[in-house]
Every structure is written in structure tokens, then in C-alpha cells.
């Protein structure tokens, strides 16, 4: 379908506009009714009000295009939801992060919000006019009601294939959500993705992934998925880990009984270092995770655990706020957890 076009001048520029959605959009795990939900909560319920907010915004979720344009423009509409973190700068929680392909590799190019939410702005200028095949994430925080991406008026600019293959799903906390980064496309399944090639629908709700049933009835619905991850253990306390993990798992199990499910184990926090109760709680929860892991993969088949210290590092150097690492922190979690990841993916044939 031809994209519908919009022309503005703009900063004494002729710019031809594009609605985001005639392009490609990827990183949702199962289709919605509006283009930027991650979960349709109008056939899936259950959630809470925050649950309900948070799934409504595209974190992870990425428009991927090619274009000869010497200049990108973003036009985004949001709803009235703002993100109220003190820790998450606007870049990363309402505004954009674009990379391009060069030699193979993702390359950072920019990262942008605009100066008065919701004005239209400019993301990248003065670029060559050689075409170019664009990764553009989504904000992480904030709900989208439409995005416009405008190019030179004489530009190209057209849908390209997903560039990621298989499709993981990956459930978890504010650490997956990526709270605390500089920008939308520094949480470590967005790294992986573009250092592996393996495309990452990312499911994550900050300070919401409790092992709830309703998450597990959403996920075992992702019949196409290669493989399910779990950041599973940060938001739950040892009881709830006890409680729910089993009856979790064995939800998504009634109609995906051969799926990878894997679980990865909750990073340590530095607010532990010298508050003995958080430090206590943290430990009770990993203490908790173990034990239950050892009795899932006895029960069920195609269960594995990722049990790795150490994911951000032992310097004490990475922590954003005593509980979020920093940009260093997700880029250690990254290169810790992606070597284990890949084992467990090719174990199950995932290459």
C-alpha cells in the first residue's frame, strides 16, 4: 500500500512525511488493534491500571525502513501518559533511537524528544544521500498515538524486511523494560538483538512481572515464538517465586508443551552494599529462584536456567539509582548474558 504522504516546511525545509505504519514495524509478539500496543488489552485482561499503561507503550518495538534522505523529522502524537521515573532521562522514556546498518553492523546515528512533547523535530541531518537501512526504536515509556517520519521532499523512503531472525520473546522486569537508560534502544534484549541478528519481542512491565497467571495466558498464546526468556525473578519476593513459578510455568506448558522456556536469574543490586535489608530480601530471592528452578527442570521438559554472577560487573561502578544499572551496566549485561543465551538457543537448534 502506497504510504500516505504529508508535506511541511520546516526550519526553511521541504519535508515529505510518511505515517510510521506503511513502513515495518517489528518487536511485538502478537498483532493489536492499535499499532503501538505491545499487548491488545482489549482481548487480554486482567491487568492493572500500571500493567495496562506499560503494555500500551512500544518499548522494544522499532520502525525499520530504507531512505536516501540527507535528513530524518519525527512527528509523534502521544496520549496524556507521561512517565513520572527520576532516573530515566526523556530520551529514552518519550523519545527516539535510531541506528543504521553499515558493514553488516548496527551503528548508532542518533537519539532524540522532541523539545516540547509532541512537536514535530529533527532527528538526524546533513547525512550523505546513499540509501540506508534505518532501525528506528520506539520510546520506551510513553504511549504513541501515531508517528510521522519525514525525509528530504525529493527522498526515498520504503518498507524493508525485518533484518532479525526467529522470534524470542523475552518477559521481564524493569531491567528487560529498560529504565534507566540513556535511550530507547540500550536495554540488553535490544543489544543482543542487534549484535546477534536475533529479533527480540520484548514483553517487559516495570516492577509488574510477578509470575502473574494473565501473563502466562498472553505468552503460551505466541505459538510462533522459537522461544520464551524470562526475567522472572526480580519483581517477585521469595514467597511469591515459591508460590507461583510452577503453577506459571505449567499454564504456558497446557499449549506450549515444547517451547524453550528460559529463565535467567535476577542481577545483583548495589543497593545491597550497605542496607542490610535490601541486601537480605535480594538474597532470599535468588536463594528462591534456585530452588525452584532445580524442581521445574525436573518436572518439565525444555526448561533451562541461566544462573550467571556478576552480569553487570564487580567494580560497583554501574548502578544508575541502588537498583537500575547504568548505560556501562546494561552493556555488561549484555556481553554476560548473550554468550549464555546463545548456548541454550543452540542446545535448541536456534542459530
Known sequence: MAAALLTFGMAGAQMRFVDATDLTLIGKALPTSHPYHRIDTAVYKGFTTSENQQVRCPAGMAVVFRTNSTRLDLQPVYTSFVYGGTSTPRVASEGFDLYIRQDGEWLYAASQASGKRGRSFTLIKEMDSSEKECLLYLPNYSELLSLHIGVDEGARIEAMENPFRHKIVIFGSSFTHGVSTSRAGMSYPMQIERNT???????????????????????????????????????????????????????????????????????????GNFNLGSRSREEAKQAAAREMMAQAMKQFDHVYFIDKANLTGTDHVTSADGTHPSDLGYWRWAQNLQPELLKVFRRCGIR
Open 197 to 271: 541478528g536475533i529479533y527480540f519481542c520484548s514483553i517487559a512491565c516495570s516492577g509488574n512481572c510477578k509470575l502473574q497467571p494473565y501473563f502466562a495466558d498472553y505468552l503460551r498464546d505466541v505459538t510462533d515464538a522459537d522461544a520464551l526468556v524470562f526475567d522472572g525473578f526480580s519483581n517477585p519476593d521469595a514467597a511469591m517465586i515459591r508460590e507461583r513459578l510452577i503453577p506459571f510455568i505449567a499454564r504456558i506448558r497446557e499449549k506450549l508443551p515444547s517451547t524453550p522456556l528460559i529463565f535467567v536469574q535476577t542481577i545483583y543490586r548495589e543497593s
